[in-house]
């Protein structure tokens, strides 16, 4: 049991990694923009899960928000076990160390980069990019000192390919984490990055892209919630989430560029893994 801190927390894969912690006994720490949602999933958490859940409504395309959900991770304190009179208050939840780190939250461009908003491509580089380095920065530090703990980052199969901005957000989280899991090796916090395919989430419906991509092609949230948390157990460095999309991985890399590009270099507006 432990305490997790997961961002874009209220849909989609992030939702479901919330339930499968608390499954597990987790307590929760929730960061998303939306309060009201935020606060509904607290309080089903605590009634249905038996875990305690902190509510952090913040943006992270902003650098308050950002500063905000820091000053969260560093906090330090007690781990202490779980109390026998039931789950733990929002207020003891936040006086807890952050034992887990899953930069999930995510951001849907909507746009070809040439002739597109600068601000909006602005704001998903802070959101995907900005705010995985800044929250990792803020969090391991603690976490070698306590000799425990684990960076959990959402990335995309996007990140293999030449899909635009959004594939090359993607591409530096893979290479960070990596960058992460040599620098923390021998201190007993590992750094995990997963790289999923095309998955049900709400953005994939408002964009109707199901029918787009045929059924075949799509994984289910929970099973890429799945894997990823075990692959966070085994101290695993890149997991991609079932066996077709490790295929289509193994083929990505072992492709020359210029295929890559003339195949998997256009980036739709509704392209977002």
């Not at 820091?70 to 906090?75: I, N, S």
């Amino acid at each position: 049991m432990g305490t997790a801190l997961v961002t874009g927390a209220t849909s989609g894969i992030g939702l479901e990694l919330v339930w499968q912690l608390a499954a597990a006994r987790h307590d929760l720490v929730l960061v998303a923009r939306d309060h009201q949602r935020l606060a509904v999933l607290a309080e089903d958490l605590y009634q249905v899960a038996g875990v305690g859940a902190q509510v952090l409504p913040a943006d992270l395309s902003t650098a308050q928000g950002r500063q905000k959900v820091a000053q969260r991770l560093l906090r330090t304190g007690a781990t202490g076990a779980r109390s026998a009179r039931g789950p733990r208050t929002a207020q003891e939840v936040a006086r807890r160390p952050v034992d887990l780190l899953v930069n999930n939250a995510g951001f849907g461009l909507g746009q070809a980069f040439v002739g597109g908003d600068v601000d909006r491509e602005r704001r998903a580089l802070e959101v995907m990019v900005g705010a995985v380095m800044e929250l990792s920065h803020a969090a391991l530090p603690g976490m070698v000192e306590r000799g425990h703990g684990a960076v959990l980052n959402i990335a995309s199969l996007a990140s293999l390919t030449a899909m635009g901005t959004y594939a090359a957000h993607k591409a530096w989280v893979r290479t960070f984490t990596e960058g992460l899991a040599t620098e923390l090796k021998g201190t007993g916090v590992s750094a995990t990055v997963v790289c999923p395919g095309l998955t049900r989430t709400e953005f994939h419906e408002r964009a109707h892209m199901e029918d787009v991509w045929p059924s075949l092609v799509w994984t289910d949230s929970q099973e890429v919630a799945r894997q990823a948390l075990d692959a966070v157990r085994r101290g695993q460095v890149i997991c991609t989430p079932t066996l077709r999309y490790q295929a289509a991985a193994a083929l990505l890399r072992l492709s020359p560029r210029w295929l890559v590009r003339r195949v998997a270099g256009h980036a739709s507006s509704a392209t977002r893994y």
